[in-house]
Structures are given as C-alpha cells and as structure tokens.
C-alpha cells in the first residue's frame, strides 16, 4: 500500500530589515582611512619591504564586481570606525532576549500575520542561519519561547544554504506529520562575522533576518500561499569558502585576530565553480518534477553576485531572461548569507497567478545547494 503524505503551503513570510545602511561611500571612505592609518603605523617596515602596505578599496570596483550598492547592518558607527573596523553591540543578560532571538521574533511575528496564524498555533521552529551566536540552548528554543509556540526548536547550518535545508526539514515534518505548523526563521548577523578590514571581502554581506510559516495545506484556506511541490538539496566539500571560528580555538591557543576566525574564500573559484553547479541542480530537479527552466514564472535566487545569477539565469532559459524572472536584491541588501533568496521571495511574489511556478533556490559554503519549487495556489 502506498503512503500518501499532506501538501505542504508556504503560508506566509516576513523580514526584519535593521535601521542602520552602509553605502558604498562611506564603506570605502572608513576602509580607506583605516588602510591609510595602518600604512602610517607600519611605515619602516613598509619602506623595508618587510610588510604589506595596504592597497585602497574603490566604490567603482565593488559596483562592478558585485552589483552591490549598500547594506542593512544592525550597528554602524563600530563598523565605520577606522580605529576598530566591526560592529559595537551591547551584551545582554542571560535573563534577556538575545539579539539573535530578538531580531528572528520580529520576522516570525510578520510571517505568522501574514499566515494569520497565532503563535500558540506554532508546533515547530527552525533557526536556520550561517552562524549561531551562542552554542546552546539553541536559539530556536528561545525563539519558540518568545513566539508562544508548542512543540519544539532546533538549529540548523549550512552556511547560505541554511534556509533551503530549513525548507525541506519543515516539508517533512509536515508531511510525516510530527508538526502542523512551523516557522522557518534566518536571522543573519553577518556583520559580525565578517572581515571588515580586508578589502577583498569587506563589501560582500549585510544583517537581516527572514522568517517563513509552512503549514499543512488543509490547513491553509484554497487560494493562498504557495505549494511546495518538491525540495532537492546537495551538498560537495570545498575549502573556498571557510571561517574556523570555533569552541576549539581557545583550547589551540589561537589569537581571536587571526584572519582564518571570519569569513574568508576564493571568490573567483567560488564564482565559476558554483555557477554551473547550480544550474545543472536547478534544471536537474524541475526535469524530476516534469517540468522545464522555461516553464517557471520566476527564479527568487541566492543572492551573492549580480553577475553569479545572470550566468544560472542565461544557462537556464536563456540571455534575454530579465528581472522580472529572476529578481535582484542584492543591490540593496548585499548577501545576506541564509536569507538572500528568500528575501527575493518575500520582496517579489506577490504578483504571481495561481498556477504560476518559481524556484527558491541557495548556493554557498560547503558546497550547498538547495532548491524548493513552488506552485502559487
Ligand atoms: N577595491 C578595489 N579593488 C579590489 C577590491 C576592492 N574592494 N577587492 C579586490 N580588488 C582587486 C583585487 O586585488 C584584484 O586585483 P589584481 O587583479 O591586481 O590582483 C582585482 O580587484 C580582482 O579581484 P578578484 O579576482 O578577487 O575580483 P572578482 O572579480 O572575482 O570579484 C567577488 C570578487 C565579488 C568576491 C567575486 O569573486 C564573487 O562574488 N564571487 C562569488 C563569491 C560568493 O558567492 N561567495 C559566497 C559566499 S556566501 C556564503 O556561502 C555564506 C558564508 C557565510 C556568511 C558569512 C558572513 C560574514
């Protein structure tokens, strides 16, 4: 006898956006000076050629390499320091929410109004994130906490993956019937992460926190929300792109400076490599679903590179494709790490018609890549 699982609905979807953004002026005005207070610190050494001086970074090149304009961040003015170059963020008693929590409760809290669910009617919550700001309790368990949610949280990473896997952990849960109703959070705090004072990456990311409520479809009243109509992720280890950040340093007796304990990669490996990976995955599961790359109303995709999705976009359906197909955000938001695609998502699904396909899909360390296609209801 054959099982048969209940549908699944994306129900409803919600983002915190922080106040503070970082343009690429003042980006590259702060690295500047920090670049030029370095040089004039390590002048013998550099007249010696003993040392590296430190090469300026340009507004033009982050603009054409990237396609990025600005970010979101939840505290600028460290950041924008020449003397510290990294967010200032003030620590919280274990008696208080956790920024983490706090900035995935206000995106949960939209994505369950838009699902016009409540809280209490929650039975699950997945913190799906690039990077977790404690190691326990999970955040999720805090979160589901704070949401007035039943059932139980965990955690999740695959770095810019971590939502799409997030997806199909949820799917399964709905459709094996161990949850009625779960909320998918992503909250990125990336600028705490990242290597501001390297010119090579100190552009790439921006914070915000994305949430998703997936419910069982008869659940979910006819005409809303989004059918998940099959999630496929794949995983292939690679180095180029790392951050050995971790309980062990201490016990290696490592410097908390050293430059391996944030992001770091091979951009330009990274770029070619991903490319066609993630388009041949794309292609490889729409065609295990019966369907086509031309057959898809929009593409909401990992957000890293303006040039990265007009290489998957050109090799799926063409050069002509534009962003009505496979929107942008990244201008705006930078990478956002886990929450790029589904902020497209969120940002850019509103004007879809029932019957109409799009693919959410991630690309990023590990290699990672996870695809979820949705039909609109
Ligand atoms: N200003 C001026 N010049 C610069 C700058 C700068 N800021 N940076 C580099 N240059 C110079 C370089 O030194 C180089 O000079 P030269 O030719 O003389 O050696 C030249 O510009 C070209 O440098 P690149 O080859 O590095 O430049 P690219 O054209 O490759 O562009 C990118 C660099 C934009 C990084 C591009 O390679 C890229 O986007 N690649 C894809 C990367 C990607 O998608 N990574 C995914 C990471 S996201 C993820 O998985 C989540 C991780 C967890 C989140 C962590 C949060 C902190």
């Given at each position: 006898?054959?099982?048969?699982?209940?549908?699944?609905?994306?129900?409803?979807?919600?983002?915190?956006?922080?106040?503070?953004?970082?343009?690429?002026?003042?980006?590259?005005?702060?690295?500047?000076?920090?670049?030029?207070?370095?040089?004039?610190?390590?002048?013998?050494?550099?007249?010696?050629?003993?040392?590296?001086?430190?090469?300026?970074?340009?507004?033009?090149?982050?603009?054409?390499?990237?396609?990025?304009?600005?970010?979101?961040?939840?505290?600028?003015?460290?950041?924008?320091?020449?003397?510290?170059?990294?967010?200032?963020?003030?620590?919280?008693?274990?008696?208080?929410?956790?920024?983490?929590?706090?900035?995935?409760?206000?995106?949960?809290?939209?994505?369950?109004?838009?699902?016009?669910?409540?809280?209490?009617?929650?039975?699950?919550?997945?913190?799906?994130?690039?990077?977790?700001?404690?190691?326990?309790?999970?955040?999720?368990?805090?979160?589901?906490?704070?949401?007035?949610?039943?059932?139980?949280?965990?955690?999740?990473?695959?770095?810019?993956?971590?939502?799409?896997?997030?997806?199909?952990?949820?799917?399964?849960?709905?459709?094996?019937?161990?949850?009625?109703?779960?909320?998918?959070?992503?909250?990125?705090?990336?600028?705490?992460?990242?290597?501001?004072?390297?010119?090579?990456?100190?552009?790439?990311?921006?914070?915000?926190?994305?949430?998703?409520?997936?419910?069982?479809?008869?659940?979910?009243?006819?005409?809303?929300?989004?059918?998940?109509?099959?999630?496929?992720?794949?995983?292939?280890?690679?180095?180029?792109?790392r951050n050995n950040?971790?309980?062990?340093?201490?016990?290696?007796?490592?410097?908390?400076?050293d430059r391996d304990l944030t992001?770091y990669?091979?951009?330009?490996?990274?770029?070619?490599?991903?490319?066609?990976?993630?388009?041949?995955?794309?292609?490889?599961?729409?065609?295990?679903?019966?369907?086509?790359?031309?057959?898809?109303?929009?593409?909401?995709?990992?957000?890293?590179?303006?040039?990265?999705?007009?290489?998957?976009?050109?090799?799926?359906?063409?050069?002509?494709?534009?962003?009505?197909?496979?929107?942008?955000?990244?201008?705006?938001?930078?990478?956002?790490?886990?929450?790029?695609?589904?902020?497209?998502?969120?940002?850019?699904?509103?004007?879809?018609?029932?019957?109409?396909?799009?693919?959410?899909?991630?690309?990023?360390?590990?290699?990672?890549?996870?695809?979820?296609?949705?039909?609109?209801?």
């Amino acid at each position: 006898m054959q099982a048969s699982f209940p549908g699944v609905v994306i129900s409803g979807s919600g983002l915190f956006r922080p106040a503070d953004v970082i343009t690429n002026d003042e980006l590259v005005t702060a690295f500047n000076a920090y670049a030029d207070r370095q040089n004039a610190l390590h002048a013998d050494a550099i007249a010696a050629g003993t040392h590296q001086a430190l090469t300026h970074s340009s507004v033009e090149f982050i603009e054409k390499a990237s396609g990025i304009r600005q970010r979101f961040v939840l505290e600028k003015s460290g950041v924008l320091d020449p003397t510290r170059m990294y967010p200032r963020f003030e620590p919280r008693g274990d008696d208080q929410l956790s920024l983490m929590a706090e900035i995935a409760v206000d995106a949960a809290r939209q994505a369950l109004a838009d699902a016009g669910v409540a809280g209490e009617q929650v039975d699950a919550v997945i913190c799906a994130s690039a990077n977790m700001q404690r190691a326990y309790p999970a955040m999720a368990i805090e979160i589901q906490q704070a949401l007035g949610a039943r059932g139980f949280g965990f955690d999740m990473n695959v770095a810019c993956s971590s939502a799409t896997f997030a997806i199909e952990q949820a799917t399964n849960a709905l459709r094996c019937g161990t949850a009625r109703c779960v909320v998918v959070v992503n909250p990125e705090i990336t600028s705490a992460h990242l290597e501001w004072r390297d010119r090579d990456c100190h552009f790439i990311f921006g914070d915000v926190c994305t949430a998703l409520v997936l419910q069982r479809a008869d659940d979910v009243p006819a005409g809303r929300g989004f059918e998940v109509l099959g999630t496929q992720l794949v995983t292939q280890f690679s180095n180029n792109i790392r951050n050995n950040f971790g309980f062990m340093n201490r016990a290696e007796d490592r410097d908390p400076a050293d430059r391996d304990l944030t992001f770091y990669q091979e951009g330009r490996k990274v770029f070619k490599e991903v490319v066609p990976m993630a388009a041949a995955h794309i292609e490889a599961h729409l065609a295990a679903l019966g369907q086509a790359p031309a057959q898809v109303r929009r593409f909401w995709l990992h957000q890293a590179n303006q040039g990265m999705n007009q290489l998957v976009i050109k090799k799926l359906v063409g050069a002509d494709a534009g962003s009505d197909v496979a929107p942008l955000i990244l201008d705006r938001y930078a990478n956002t790490a886990s929450a790029g695609s589904v902020i497209a998502f969120h940002e850019h699904r509103s004007d879809l018609q029932a019957g109409d396909l799009g693919v959410i899909c991630s690309f990023g360390a590990g290699y990672s890549i996870g695809s979820v296609v949705v039909r609109k209801r």
